[in-house]
């Protein structure tokens, strides 16, 4: 079991650090000292497999610990992370001299320090593997002769069965040991590399730089920090490894060789930057999402109290855009809102953030303004700029409603920010949009407004304004439908038919979800009675749950009520989670979760993959199926990490026995790449969009033999 040991006088951030490091993986140990001294004194008799410490420390800081761990013979090749702030190179400077292994940023970004930690115990592990049979390799130069012979034939094939690049060279820079897996990267055998200078194994560049490593490892006469590597193979492929140097000894305690350990990390370091550019980025814009957005806000607060800085926050909401869009159709809506991302990056230029929120609305950060003025000046030019006839793409004069806020004077936080900007931006639509207002404290429209939505809500459900679309889901193996994921739909009298992102926030914000919801899953579960009844066959109805619902129901309960009411065999409902309220690891709702698997129900985690998640919930929590999200599949056919990162997907829910569910199908590619890879089931357009309950109950009736599959 791991053990990462946390070094820093704030108790928030021991708490904060202390938190993550146990997302690392399951069996992960944490030991936390507020004193530089105490962590010392106890690694004199314990060891860890990471540190990480501040470096702005009382009485020891950051690099005084590191010199006197490296001073620790049995620490010398720990790896050790700082943590830094911005401006504190010379810090950065200092630990490096001292032996520091890696750095973090002050305030930390919780990928990045899952990312790097992670990254560290997987080689702490793989150079105690390495250290340990080096270890026996020693012991075995003292036995007699055949048995020296034997021990080292043994010990190569153990060597060449380690799935790494590995090589130890002489004081000379001669080849002493080759694993097959170097050799091959070459396409030689160890034979041929064993006695030749190193740079017939790694080339003239690679050759040189490795001396003069090996050559630091000699002055040193300790282990390097380990460092990623780009290499480009002998086909032209590029490669990402992780590569570690430590001196090899003899008997008398002399350094006899350098043992060089290279470990692949293309693949996972691109799922990594996949799944973090995901999580932190709109899919059809590529401009930062709210949540990107939010951590800019954070970093730039940060910045104002360490000193003067001023910034603005511009909240913009398109105006026209849904008539436009619903005129000439979604195709083409995208393309519109490609161009407004385009331009607003071309019209600030560096060093501003222009972020999506979603649907309609975007963002723009402004940093270091000198004034109000400064705000209004840009809100203006936005405003030119969207009025403006684009007569390449020939898009209309769409026009914007904009919300200005300044910070720190408005807020002091991200959300509260981003709360006010959106208040001003209802104020500039009130008096008729394409115009741009700064935030006031006294600002009410946007109040009103909510209100009207809320009362429309609150007697939505009375006047039976909602209607659940379905949309069918696939087994892959047999082809048969066998289920269904019901989608709330609201008939609004004036405006239609409306989606979800259209109301739902606000009724999870006035709570109105919770009977909302309720309505959902009692109408799901009823209709799913009436297509047994009728002959249809027996289908599993998905149902989305909100985590509001955990927090303020007793959710077991009620699907048990609404099962026995409606009949429906427990085996055919399937609550739908988020993967947000699973990470909280509240008690709560890991108990509500136990009672609704004791009652029958299967439970899944929906667009899994999307956010900073860490992946030990899927294990602890009893689940029975992964949704893989539509950004993933969305380039599946034409993005090799879009498809390293399914195939992880997969992967994970088979050997956790889970099932697996791909979202988002709309081509036949993605269908017979989704086959190939094992997934389980599909759902999506290239079998049909949602459909209300006649319509669906239509088209499965046209399947004929491709009907509902028998088995759940």
Request: hydrophobic content about 40%.
């Amino acid at each position: 079991m791991p053990l990462i040991l946390i070094v820093d006088d704030s108790s928030t951030n021991r708490r904060i650090y202390s938190e993550l490091s146990r997302q690392l993986q399951p069996d992960v140990r944490v030991r936390a000292f507020e004193s530089a001294r105490k962590a010392l004194h106890w690694l004199t008799e314990n060891t860890a497999d990471l540190i990480i410490t501040d470096y702005k420390m009382p009485q020891l800081n950051g690099a005084a610990l590191i010199a006197a761990v490296r001073a620790l013979p049995q620490h010398r090749d720990l790896p050790i992370i700082v943590v830094t702030a911005y401006d504190d190179r010379s810090f950065r400077v200092s630990s490096l001299e001292a032996g520091a292994t890696d750095f973090l940023l002050s305030p930390v970004d919780h990928v990045e320090f899952l990312a790097r930690a992670r990254n560290l115990l997987k080689l702490r592990e793989q150079h105690l593997l390495i250290t340990r049979r080096a270890h026996l390799l020693e012991m075995n130069l003292n036995a007699k002769d055949m048995q020296l012979r034997e021990s080292r034939e043994a010990l190569a094939q153990v060597v060449d069965t380690v799935p790494a690049l590995i090589n130890a060279v002489d004081m000379e820079g001669r080849c002493v040991l080759v694993n097959a897996h170097q050799a091959a990267f070459v396409g030689k055998v160890p034979a041929d590399l064993v006695g030749h200078p190193v740079e017939v194994l790694l080339g003239e560049e690679r050759g040189q730089l490795n001396r003069r490593l090996d050559q630091l490892v000699l002055k040193t006469e300790r282990p390097l920090a380990p460092r990623e590597e780009e290499v480009t193979t002998p086909e032209g492929e590029h490669r990402i490894y992780l590569t570690s140097k430590a001196p090899l000894y003899d008997g008398a305690g002399r350094i006899t060789s350098i043992l060089t350990s290279s470990i692949d990390i293309t693949q996972r370091r691109q799922a990594e930057r996949r799944l973090e550019y995901l999580a932190s980025h709109d899919s059809l814009t590529g401009l930062p999402n709210r949540l990107m957005l939010r951590d800019h806000l954070r970093r730039e607060l940060a910045r104002g109290r360490r000193g003067d800085q001023n910034f603005a926050l511009h909240f913009i909401d398109l105006d026209r855009f849904k008539a436009v869009n619903d005129a000439r159709g979604h195709h083409w809506g995208d393309r519109l809102l490609q161009s407004v991302a385009e331009g607003l990056e071309q019209l600030v230029g560096p060093g501003v953030t222009v972020a999506r929120l979603g649907g309609d609305e975007f963002a723009v950060l402004q940093p270091d303004i000198d004034g109000a003025e400064d705000a209004g000046r840009l809100a203006q030019a936005i405003l030119d700029m969207l009025t403006a006839e684009d007569e390449n793409l020939q898009l209309p004069r769409i026009g914007a409603s904009i919300g200005v806020t300044i910070a720190p004077l408005d807020g002091a936080d991200p959300d509260e920010l981003l709360r006010n900007s959106d208040q001003a931006m209802y104020l500039a639509k009130s008096v008729g949009g394409n115009t741009w207002r700064f935030f006031a404290a006294d600002m009410a429209p946007r109040a009103s407004q909510k209100a009207e939505l809320e009362g429309e809500l609150r007697s939505a459900l009375k006047r039976q304004e909602f209607v659940l679309y379905y949309q069918p889901l696939i087994d892959l193996r047999s082809g048969g439908v066998v289920g269904a994921e019901a989608l709330l739909r609201w008939r609004h009298p004036r405006r239609g038919i409306l989606s979800p992102d259209a109301f739902l926030g606000l009724a999870e914000e006035t709570g109105l979800i919770l009977p909302i919801n309720e309505w959902v899953l009692r109408e799901a579960c009823r209709q799913g009675v009436v297509w047994q009844e009728t002959g249809l066959g027996v289908l599993r109805i998905a149902v989305n749950l909100s985590p509001i619902q955990f927090r303020r129901q007793k959710v077991s309960e009620l699907v048990r009520d609404v099962l026995d009411s409606s009949n429906l065999p427990p085996a055919s409902l399937e609550l739908e989670l988020t993967e947000g309220i699973l990470i909280s690891h509240d008690e709560q709702i890991v108990t509500q979760m136990e009672l609704l698997r004791s009652i029958g129900v299967s439970l899944s985690v929906d667009d899994f993959g999307t956010g900073y998640s860490s992946l030990n919930y899927i294990r602890n929590f009893p689940l029975h199926r992964l949704k893989i999200d539509r950004s993933f599949v969305k380039d599946l056919a034409n993005d090799p990490r879009a498809l390293a990162i399914v195939r992880t997907i997969i992967d994970l829910g088979h050997i956790l026995n889970l099932q697996v569910l791909a979202e988002g199908v709309e081509e036949e590619a993605q269908l017979a790449m989704l086959r190939a890879e094992g997934c389980d089931e599909v759902q999506g357009y290239y079998f049909s969009r949602p459909v209300p309950s006649e319509s669906f109950a239509e088209w499965l009736t046209t399947r004929g033999g491709e009907g509902v599959c028998g088995a759940l």
